[in-house]
């Protein structure tokens, strides 16, 4: 299939701005309940939940997922009116969670550029790659999308004050909305996370606290202070909904790619909140008659510095048991232990995908080289799913006429810096 994603997109964003008063008029959300992704216990929607409580010693509570009547909303939302949706991720909103259309937080996050990079495509040899660019987002990263939904969430729920653990880009995104939303925001980030993080939570009023340690130990502190300070935790799938406002990002795949979705979508994966959620809603997609069962083969990247998925998947295992001592110039890499472990190595397995971990001394040399291939400012993580591709068409996994999707999930500015000096200690 060819496909002109640039111009489709326009055309779409066209479209969106010239409703025609006979539009199919968007149904309400057909949110109807919560289901643990282990136990599948069952909870109301207007109750604030964090994990569920089944585990064990060795297992930590799972994450609920947010459940849809897709039957009852099927006959009356076709994929063609989509068409008419607004230019963001609200364009799925009988799909999402938020009841009221007040609660719905906007700041421009979603529908991102597809981009088939030709000098890029030349150099690997796939010449049916694209790029899925999250950089255009709020607060530069595929962040904004999962964090517009916990806060719209939390918001519509009563939430007065929400805590984040990150790495980088979910704390900006969540004092983004939070502040939007009029909430207070408490995000703990490592102490070396570089300065433009701190800025961004800074002016938009979160409080920061800088932890000596990894987002795990920064967890802690969530832990430690939401009983006391009454914070609601927005952590990653910790919550049920921040997995709902990234799993858009599947639905957008789906309807740029015209229904039809590609080979092999390679996902840069710290929590896995985007891979989880775009398997999710796949499944939701062919429930609603919008696409069939094919599905692509997914990818998880890491660093060789921080790899629990990679060792989980190739040890055959269904949890990933903690990375000790992770270390990776890709701070949304920097995730020693995820909670959501079984999810993605479930959707690994079942789309015949694989799990692929990337030199970490070629991370920074890879954000220059691929930046100035193809004009975007690719963040490392972006950078270190190039480097699979390269890596998986080598070893033959990936097939040149495969139609790849590479995440680029933010952008390099924030990591500019520290990109540059890797750089220079990479040359000498």
Known sequence: MTLNSETNINKQRAISDQRPATSIQQPASCFTHLECTRCGKTEPIDKLLNL?????????????????DLNAIRPIWPREALKNGPSNLWRYAPVMPVQHEANRLSLGEGWTPLLETPRLRQHLGLPNLWIKDESPNVTASFKARGLCLAVSR???????KVAIP????AGSATAAYAAAAGIAAFVFMPKDVPQPFRDECDFYGAKLELVDGLITDCAQKVIA???TQGWFDVSTLKEPYRVEGKKTMGYELAEQFEWELPDVIIYPTGGGTGLIGMWKAFDEM?????????RPRMVSIQSTGCAPIVRAFEQGLD????????????????????????LMLRAIRESGGTAVAVPE???APATYEYSQLTGIFFCPEGAAAVVAAQMLFGSGWIKPDDRVVIFNTGSGLKYAELCRLKNVYAKT
Request: net charge positive; charged share 25%; hydrophobic share 35%.
């Open 166 to 169: 990150s790495a980088g880009n």
């Open 154 to 160: 939390a918001k519509e729920l009563g939430v007065k």
């Open 319 to 342: 949890h990933a048991p903690e990375w000790e001592g992770a270390t990776t110039i890709a701070a949304g890499l920097r995730v020693p232990r995820a909670v959501g472990d079984f």
């Open 225 to 227: 202070g939401k009983e």
């Open 361 to 363: 001394e070629q991370i």
């Open 286 to 294: 062919e429930r609603l008659g919008w696409i069939g069962s094919k």
């Open 52 to 68: 569920c409580s089944c585990g064990s010693k060795a297992l930590s509570g799972a994450p609920f997922f947010a459940r849809y």
